[in-house]
């Protein structure tokens, strides 16, 4: 899919710091449609319109590290049984990819990742999005901890226990985190599960922030400072998460952005630097997530050319090395 070739500089500062990238939604496909994360696909539709974008032979040829695969349950009609189902067999899913490639291993922890690189395999992260996937019971978020859970979205698309969405259904803006949303925090933050904040409605996001005491991320988002778009978060609550240690993952999809190209990309990777500095900016492609990814980044073989990109518009390698990787190991923790 690369349309570019980048050059051996950023290829070679990409060589430095494979990619970490904070959401995915692959397994969802491999749930739904046996997507196979061990071949190589061509995106079916144009473009590669809503999924088809990630697999093990193209996060090898654009250099990756390690890929959080986000495990998505809908509610559809209210639904409320089956969704920890749902979540449990994707990460069946991905068992038995791993189960059948050296490539690809479940990995938790800074340590997992660094340590699956340098034997030439790539890390598999783990992370919910929307805590209706908990059914109300926080046992389930012990047990998805344990099979190996890094992160909770608090919300996906609509109202659910923890609170309710910047946008869906029963959206309401003037009401925060509920109480089993900051019992989820808490709980969170003592089982070593990162708190994910994209989604949710401005207040319940500084609600949580206030709560928390370890650093929470955004994994996949855009920011209103390069785009005014419901789907993007503001200056304040860029410096709520920096504050906390935490990071922000850009995603790759133009609607949200303001535009195609990598151009988009770079200017919120950028905004968020100039904000709060380069410990907090990360990428959140949202690969498979149903939406049309930017030209360039149309799968992981594109990466390079994003830092390329962001060489070219002056950005140290060192601040490159931060978004592509080393932001994201920070939060991961030891
Ligand atoms: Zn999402």
Same mark, same amino acid.
Not at 42 to 51: E, I, M, V, Y
Not at 196 to 213: T, W, Y
């Given at each position: ?6 050059? *051996? ?20 496909? #491999? +749930? ?14 144009? =473009? ?24 998505? #349950?809908?509610?559809? @009609? ?9 979540? !449990? ?5 991905? *068992?038995?990819? /791993? ?8 990995? +938790?922890?800074?340590?997992? %990742?660094?340590?699956? !690189? ?21 046992? !389930? ?5 344990? $099979?190996?859970? $890094?992160?909770?979205?608090? /919300? ?15 959206? =309401? ?5 509920? $109480? ?10 003592? /089982? ?14 500084? *609600?949580?922030?206030? &709560? ?10 855009? %920011? @209103? ?12 609550? @860029?410096?709520?998460?920096? !504050? ?12 949200? @952005? ?6 988009? %990309? ?28 930017? =030209? ?19 950005? #140290? ?6 978004? &592509? ?10």
């Amino acid at each position: 899919m690369t349309l570019l070739a980048a050059s *051996d500089e950023a290829r070679d500062v990409h060589a430095r710091y494979p990619a970490i990238d904070l959401h995915a939604d692959t397994l969802m496909w #491999s +749930r739904w449609v046996d997507y196979d994360l061990r071949a190589r696909h061509s995106p079916p539709l144009p =473009r590669s319109a809503l999924g088809g974008h990630v697999d093990i032979p193209r996060m090898r040829e654009g250099g990756m590290g390690a890929q959080f695969f986000g495990l998505v #349950s809908l509610p559809v @009609l209210g639904r409320t049984r089956g969704l920890a189902r749902a979540i !449990n067999e994707q990460i069946d899913a991905l *068992d038995a990819t /791993l189960a059948a490639t050296p490539l690809l291993a479940l990995t +938790r922890t800074r340590a997992d %990742v660094e340590a699956a !690189n340098a034997r030439g395999a790539m890390g598999a992260l783990l992370g919910i999005e929307g805590a209706h996937a908990l059914e109300g019971d926080l046992h !389930n978020l012990e047990a998805f901890a344990s $099979r190996g859970v $890094r992160y909770l979205g608090l /919300l996906h698309f609509s109202a659910n226990d923890a609170g309710f969405p910047a946008f869906g259904k029963g959206r =309401r803006d003037e009401d925060g985190l509920s $109480r089993f949303g900051c019992e989820l925090v808490v709980r969170c933050e003592s /089982l070593g599960v990162i708190v994910d904040l994209s989604h949710i409605n401005r207040r319940g996001f500084m *609600d949580a922030c206030e &709560l928390a005491h370890k650093p929470p991320i955004v994994s996949h988002t855009g %920011v @209103l400072g390069a785009y005014e778009h419901w789907r993007n978060i503001d200056d304040a609550q @860029l410096r709520a998460v920096a !504050n906390l240690g935490g990071c922000v993952g850009i995603m790759f999809c133009p609607k949200y @952005l303001g535009g195609d190209g990598l151009e988009p %990309v770079v200017k919120h990777l950028t905004h968020i630097v100039n904000v709060c500095g380069e410990d907090a900016p990360a990428l959140g492609s949202d690969w498979d997530g149903f939406i049309v990814p930017t =030209r360039e980044l149309a799968d992981p073989t594109g990466l390079p050319q994003l830092t390329e990109a962001l060489l070219a518009s002056g950005m #140290s390698e060192r601040t490159i090395g931060k978004i &592509l990787r080393t932001n994201v190991l920070r939060v991961l923790g030891s």
